[in-house]
């Protein structure tokens, strides 16, 4: 199938640039993150090749990176389509999550010191904002850079890389979560508990607040999801 991403897909030549093939995966992945590559979308790879400006080397490649990130499924045939949301991905991905974060918070909350308080106060200021005008895209953006203030703190450098992955790949599922008003007030109503664990630099309560987080948003999102079977029908 040819021609479904259509042109009001914002995809546009990437010019001669280091590691093409990442740059193919960061614009393929953004797209499907924010939408504009639905679930199920045929990823045509020379449809692509002549959208981006590139080869269709890179984008097998860029496809094969998506591919090991659970956000696209690559056929026996190469053909690559946008990988569908399911309760079993997405409990999957935020119980790896939960204890990873919970890792990350524990470690790092005992190790932040001023400059990160203040990052994280900076950045809660913002997440209120943000939610009051439910501005999903920068809501996302700066939860990330609110916690992995404290994360950071730990110097854990691998587990942090980790602990980013897996959160860029739940980034769909988190914009369900987010799909109503309510939601927007509970989520951005947790953040105070864990900015005061970590100026207590206590990391047992950080962790504690970051799995009750998780473990809130897979309350309210997992039942309303289609499994695995009923996506295959």
Known sequence: MEGNLGHDVPLYPLGKRQSIEQRVAQSLRELIVSGHLKEGTPLVQR????RLGVSQTPIRAGL??????????????????????????FEEIYALRYGLE????????????????????????LLRSAARDQDVDAYLGLRWHFYSACYRASGRQRLLAEVERLYDRSERYNRIVLSTPRRFRESVGRYAAFLAACKARDGAAAERTVQESLSWAVERVAGDLPSESETEE
């Open 102 to 125: 919970g890792l990350a918070a524990r470690a790092g909350a005992p190790a932040v010191g001023p400059d990160e308080l203040d990052e994280m106060r900076e950045h809660l200021a």
């Open 47 to 50: 449809e692509l090749a002549a």
């Open 64 to 89: 094969s990176q998506l591919e090991r990130e659970g956000f696209v499924v690559l056929g026996p045939t190469g053909r690559a389509v946008v990988n569908r949301l399911t309760r079993e991905d």
